[in-house]
């Protein structure tokens, strides 16, 4: 079992960053890739984000590309999502999530799920 915990959401200008932070804990978690996900109100879930349990490969959704970074500190067992450049549709709940692949990008793909933080990006 894997708990994933996800904080730094908030309320951002169009054009401003913000950095997401997903502690995992539980057996094993290490050995999981992590992925970030958003779902806007109304609409399904989509993928964002998601890096390979050693770090060293990285994907993202091409809506979000050069605009966002995500890294994981095994040593700290978090994922970040470093945001920047936010436009008002990239408004959501993010989750964190836990599974086996990091080149996967549907949701089914993950077994573990945070709880979610809300992002805002408005004027």
């Known amino acids: 079992q894997v708990h994933l915990a996800e904080s730094g959401g908030g309320l951002v200008q169009p054009g401003g960053s913000l950095r997401l932070s997903c502690v995992a804990s539980?057996?094993?978690?290490?050995?999981?890739?992590l992925a970030w996900f958003r779902q806007a109100s109304g609409k399904e879930r989509e993928f964002v984000a998601a890096?390979?349990?050693?770090?060293?490969?990285?994907y993202y959704a091409d809506s979000v590309k050069v605009r966002f970074t995500i890294a994981r500190d095994n040593t700290k067992n978090t994922v970040y999502l470093q945001m920047s450049s936010l436009k008002p549709e990239d408004t959501a709940v993010y989750y964190c999530a836990a599974g086996a692949w990091a080149s996967r990008s549907r949701p089914a793909d993950y077994d573990y799920w945070g709880e979610g933080t809300q992002v805002t990006v408005s004027s």
């Open positions: 890096v390979t349990r050693g770090g060293d490969r990285t």
């Open positions: 539980g057996r094993t978690s290490s050995t999981y890739a």
